[in-house]
């Protein structure tokens, strides 16, 4: 057998076990009697046979072939990819909270009860909200929940509204939200210094407009510093405002999204408060609301009655249930336990360590690569690889050669009226001499374009893989193993 061998199923060897599972005291039962013969197979699995540390081994470098947040710096503009505490793992996978069943009488759930109770109190100290759903399993699904809520609002009061606006430099889901929830679109232009153009906002807003999507601060990175104005606009037809609360990291224990004028707001707990993130879940994005538009939450909330936590239902006006029983737990009480572990001032530093990150990373690399939009800059900022393409290398040659230095790429290309954009979000998780490394590293690519452009167009070269031909591999990805 190879050492090299890609497939766990190149590693079986006939006959060799992992683990050797005493004799059942189960009385046998044949399967056909309960079970479809269609449903049952006529000759055995064909299962890998290795032992344990073999096993583990394989998966474990298996892990090493992607980058991920606890191998190194994961500056992903947009998604706030900060270190996982190990804390929050070990609350979860306590048996009190991992052996719990959701079909479990409220009496013998009172502890998870308790939490999810405590946890909806904690997002409505840090948003200034009334009340907050945990219920939805991503931003995505968060920004679902509250424009249905939005329609909700305006029906009860005898309205049909066909228009949500957002901003040109909107998340993707955003505009997908909006259609998805039965509405159009209208687009906001940004001003001179990449914020809300508010003359444009002005033209856009009539009675048929049901509320504004707005992430805070925006996708440049900067703080919507009129966000009290376009409030007012909106306000000023019974609109609704929407904070995505995608770069919420920016704002914790600083300011509140109810202050700002926000009516609703997502909060993704995979982002702001350290739960995993990516590979399509579970996340939670709990929606944040004001008084008036409470009773069209998604239920069941939950209550505390005489020192006891309840389900409650709610009323008619409810948008109903959005997802199976009360959300992606396990990521409830990771968040639940990173913040407090942090507490409101360990929060604030947080925030404050998030800003001062990204600004000393934009300033180490300002001189070489342009930040168009550089005043202002919160927890992220927007780089312009521009100088760089003329003298022969694209912000994707420039992302490739990063994998080569060991680090994830930045988000590129968004958003898009930032010519080859490179976003980066180094947030609070990383130290100074992280932050050092990584801009050396930029820098030093930016040196090679002069020295040598031809292997920045060929990296990366030390990955498992190497550079494909992405839209042949978009159009006709290949997903079968070859040896």
Same mark, same amino acid.
């Given at each position: 057998? +190879?050492?090299?061998?890609?497939?766990?199923?190149?590693? +079986?060897?006939?006959?060799?076990?992992?683990?050797? *599972?005493?004799? +059942?005291?189960? @009385?046998?039962?044949?399967?056909?009697?309960?079970?479809?013969?269609?449903?049952?197979?006529?000759?055995?699995?064909?299962? #890998?046979?290795?032992?344990? @540390?073999?096993?583990?081994?394989? %998966?474990?470098?298996?892990?090493?072939?992607?980058?991920?947040?606890?191998?190194? %710096?994961?500056?992903?503009?947009?998604?706030?990819?900060?270190?996982?505490? !190990?804390?929050?793992?070990?609350?979860?996978?306590?048996?009190?909270?991992?052996?719990?069943?959701? $079909?479990?009488?409220?009496?013998?759930?009172?502890?998870?009860?308790?939490?999810?109770?405590?946890?909806?109190?904690?997002?409505?100290?840090?948003?200034?909200?009334?009340?907050?759903?945990?219920?939805?399993?991503?931003?995505?699904?968060?920004?679902?929940?509250?424009?249905?809520?939005?329609?909700?609002?305006?029906?009860?009061?005898?309205?049909?509204?066909?228009?949500?606006?957002?901003?040109?430099?909107?998340?993707? &889901?955003?505009?997908?939200?909006?259609? =998805?929830?039965?509405?159009?679109?209208?687009?906001?232009?940004? $001003? +001179?210094?990449?914020?809300?153009?508010?003359?444009?906002?002005?033209?856009?807003? $009539?009675?048929?407009?049901?509320?504004?999507?707005? &992430?805070?601060?925006?996708?440049?990175?900067?703080?919507?510093?009129?966000?009290?104005?376009?409030?007012?606009?909106?306000?000023?037809?019974?609109?609704?405002?929407?904070?995505?609360?995608?770069?919420?990291?920016?704002?914790?224990?600083?300011?509140?999204?109810?202050?700002?004028?926000?009516?609703?707001?997502?909060?993704?707990?995979?982002?702001?408060?350290?739960?995993?993130?990516?590979?399509?879940?579970?996340?939670?994005? #709990?929606?944040?609301?004001?008084? !008036?538009?409470?009773?069209? *939450?998604?239920? @069941?909330?939950? $209550?505390?009655?005489?020192?006891?936590?309840?389900?409650?239902?709610?009323?008619?006006?409810?948008?109903?249930?959005?997802?199976?029983?009360?959300?992606?737990?396990?990521? =409830?009480?990771?968040? /639940?336990?990173?913040?407090?572990?942090?507490?409101?001032?360990?929060?604030?530093?947080? &925030?404050?360590?998030?800003?001062?990150?990204?600004?000393?990373?934009?300033?180490?690399?300002?001189?070489?690569?342009?930040?168009? %939009?550089?005043?202002?800059?919160?927890?992220?900022?927007?780089?312009?690889?521009?100088?760089?393409?003329?003298?022969?290398?694209?912000?994707?040659?420039?992302?490739?050669?990063?994998?080569?230095?060991?680090?994830?790429?930045?988000?590129?290309? %968004?958003?898009?009226?930032?010519?080859?954009?490179?976003?980066?979000?180094?947030?609070?998780?990383?130290?100074?001499?992280?932050?050092?490394?990584?801009?050396?590293?930029?820098?030093?690519?930016?040196?090679?374009?002069?020295?040598?452009?031809?292997?920045?167009?060929?990296?990366?070269?030390?990955?498992?893989?190497?550079?494909?031909?992405?839209?042949?591999?978009?159009?006709?990805?290949?997903?079968? /193993?070859?040896?």
């Amino acid at each position: 057998m +190879s050492k090299s061998a890609s497939i766990i199923f190149d590693k +079986s060897v006939k006959g060799r076990m992992g683990v050797k *599972l005493p004799a +059942s005291q189960v @009385p046998s039962v044949e399967l056909s009697k309960n079970i479809s013969s269609a449903l049952l197979r006529e000759i055995p699995a064909e299962l #890998p046979e290795i032992t344990e @540390p073999e096993v583990v081994r394989h %998966f474990v470098n298996l892990s090493t072939k992607n980058h991920h947040v606890d191998k190194d %710096f994961y500056p992903l503009g947009s998604c706030t990819m900060k270190y996982n505490p !190990k804390i929050n793992d070990v609350i979860a996978s306590m048996p009190g909270f991992a052996g719990l069943h959701p $079909d479990q009488p409220e009496e013998t759930t009172q502890g998870a009860l308790q939490l999810m109770y405590e946890l909806e109190q904690m997002m409505k100290k840090i948003t200034g909200m009334s009340r907050v759903t945990l219920q939805p399993s991503a931003g995505s699904q968060g920004e679902f929940v509250g424009i249905l809520m939005m329609k909700k609002y305006h029906e009860k009061n005898g309205e049909n509204r066909k228009y949500i606006i957002i901003p040109e430099t909107a998340h993707g &889901t955003n505009p997908a939200s909006v259609i =998805l929830g039965g509405f159009k679109t209208r687009q906001v232009k940004s $001003d +001179s210094r990449g914020r809300v153009d508010i003359e444009d906002l002005k033209s856009k807003v $009539d009675a048929e407009v049901a509320g504004m999507m707005l &992430t805070q601060p925006n996708t440049l990175g900067l703080f919507e510093d009129n966000i009290e104005e376009i409030s007012s606009i909106i306000h000023s037809v019974d609109g609704l405002m929407y904070m995505d609360g995608a770069n919420l990291n920016a704002l914790v224990g600083l300011v509140r999204s109810a202050d700002m004028g926000f009516d609703i707001t997502h909060i993704n707990l995979h982002k702001t408060f350290s739960t995993p993130h990516g590979g399509g879940g579970p996340g939670a994005g #709990p929606i944040g609301v004001v008084g !008036k538009l409470v009773p069209f *939450l998604p239920v @069941p909330m939950i $209550d505390k009655v005489d020192n006891e936590y309840t389900l409650n239902f709610g009323t008619d006006d409810s948008i109903g249930r959005i997802h199976t029983f009360f959300g992606n737990f396990g990521i =409830l009480v990771r968040a /639940w336990v990173y913040i407090r572990s942090l507490g409101e001032e360990g929060l604030k530093e947080m &925030t404050k360590m998030a800003i001062l990150n990204a600004n000393y990373l934009k300033v180490r690399l300002q001189d070489k690569y342009e930040v168009p %939009f550089s005043e202002g800059t919160m927890h992220e900022f927007v780089a312009s690889g521009l100088k760089q393409k003329e003298r022969g290398i694209k912000v994707l040659d420039i992302a490739k050669s990063l994998l080569d230095y060991g680090y994830h790429a930045p988000t590129i290309y %968004f958003p898009i009226n930032i010519p080859e954009a490179i976003m980066m979000e180094p947030t609070e998780s990383e130290t100074k001499e992280t932050l050092d490394s990584f801009a050396d590293a930029m820098l030093e690519i930016d040196d090679r374009i002069s020295t040598d452009p031809e292997s920045l167009k060929e990296a990366p070269i030390t990955t498992p893989v190497r550079r494909l031909d992405e839209t042949k591999a978009n159009r006709e990805p290949n997903l079968r /193993w070859t040896k």
